[in-house]
């Protein structure tokens, strides 16, 4: 079995500021690592994802994320947040058949002026 | 553009009474999976469909929720006797697998409210 854990439900930043959004799986499995970001009164939608190779993946909106197979995490990055960025952020796991995504229950990404 | 659709957006209703979500992927896109999302929570799998058939139903909570995918498009969530702890917002997704590379693309989801 999979699971996600993001330890932090809520994290303030100002604008500007870096932010790092913690993400940690358990697997017994290999896995492809996700995030989604959903704005308010939106669907989900992905901002990057590691499947193979660079252990560091690009997204959109300048965001980053690192995938650390020894400390088992997927912490996603952004070195200067926006208003505009100000949403849920949501970690998930998948094995290699793509049948099933288990995710964690979400950061609030709050950027104040 | 056509995104995955969800209707209704919202649907309150009775404790005990019968309730259908819809869904319509993106053209094309072989594979659609069903969440639950509770408040505070993150999206909880609750079934997987490769075509027509459900290649993963293991989240599933009981046997008063059912989902069919008939013609490998368009996919129904049926929940019968609703009890309050239905109360949630009901996701749909669907990819394409093959090519995707993963991506799931959600719809806005259905608000279910079981008074």
């Known amino acids: 079995a999979q699971s996600v854990t993001q330890l932090d439900s809520q994290v303030p930043v100002f604008e500007e500021a870096p932010v790092e959004l913690r993400c940690n799986y358990s697997s017994s499995v290999s896995v492809y690592l996700f995030w989604y970001v959903q704005y308010p009164n939106q669907g989900l939608q992905l901002l990057l994802k590691?499947?193979?190779?660079?252990?560091l993946v690009k997204g959109i909106n300048g965001f980053e994320a690192e995938f650390n197979k020894s400390q088992t995490s997927f912490h996603l990055r952004k070195p200067s947040v926006h208003i505009s960025d100000t949403a849920e952020y949501f970690c998930a796991v998948s094995g290699n058949n793509f049948n099933k995504f288990y995710f964690g229950s979400g950061t609030k990404l709050n950027v104040k002026p | 553009g056509a995104g995955v659709s969800q209707t209704p957006s919202n649907k309150v209703t009775e404790k005990g009474k019968y309730v259908e979500l819809r869904c319509d992927p993106i053209s094309g896109h072989t594979a659609l999976y069903w969440y639950r999302q509770s408040l505070g929570q993150g999206p909880e799998f609750l079934i997987y469909?490769?075509?027509?058939?459900?290649?993963?139903d293991s989240g599933l909570p009981n046997d008063r929720f059912f989902a069919v995918r008939p013609e490998g498009s368009v996919s129904t969530l049926k929940i019968q006797r609703t009890e309050r702890g239905d109360s949630a917002v009901y996701l749909c997704a669907s990819s394409q697998p093959r090519t995707g590379g993963g991506e799931l693309f959600f719809g806005e989801g259905s608000r279910l409210t079981v008074l």
């Open positions: 469909f490769q075509g027509t058939g459900a290649a993963d």
């Open positions: 590691y499947l193979s190779g660079s252990t």
